[in-house]
């Protein structure tokens, strides 16, 4: 069992920057995906960034060129700049997890949420 926990949520008004950490706890094989979600009221829990084992990251559209998605192994970072209002929202953790050697099976881990709150 992983346990993904996170920090650096808080408030900060339009323009600012806030910077998220996640950490994971240990595992027996690697953490294949960690990511960031986020959902507002009444909306729907959407990507907001990812960064796989290999390297490779990629963004929602309306994040480039504003967030930066970091990992180093079992902790990964987001770099928020610019916020905006809309960004308002529980911003969570995910870690999709390797259960085998060669990553055949894995299982997909959240985080509790950090509440990010951007005002105008």
């Known amino acids: 069992q992983v346990q993904l926990v996170e920090s650096g949520g808080g408030s900060v008004q339009a323009g600012g920057s806030l910077r998220l950490s996640c950490a994971a706890s240990?595992?027996?094989?690697?953490?294949?995906?960690m990511a960031w979600y986020r959902q507002a009221p009444g909306k729907q829990r959407e990507l907001v960034a990812s960064a796989t084992h290999a390297g490779t990251s990629m963004y929602a559209d309306s994040v480039k060129g504003r967030f930066t998605i970091s990992r180093d192994n079992a902790n990964v970072y987001l770099q928020m700049n610019n916020l905006e209002p809309e960004e308002t929202a529980v911003y969570y953790c995910?870690?999709?997890?390797?259960?085998?050697?060669?990553?055949?099976?894995?299982?997909?881990?959240w985080g509790q949420g950090t509440q990010v709150t951007v005002s105008s």
């Open positions: 995910y870690a999709r997890v390797c259960e085998t050697l060669f990553c055949s099976y894995t299982k997909d881990y």
């Open positions: 240990k595992n027996k094989f690697r953490i294949d995906v």
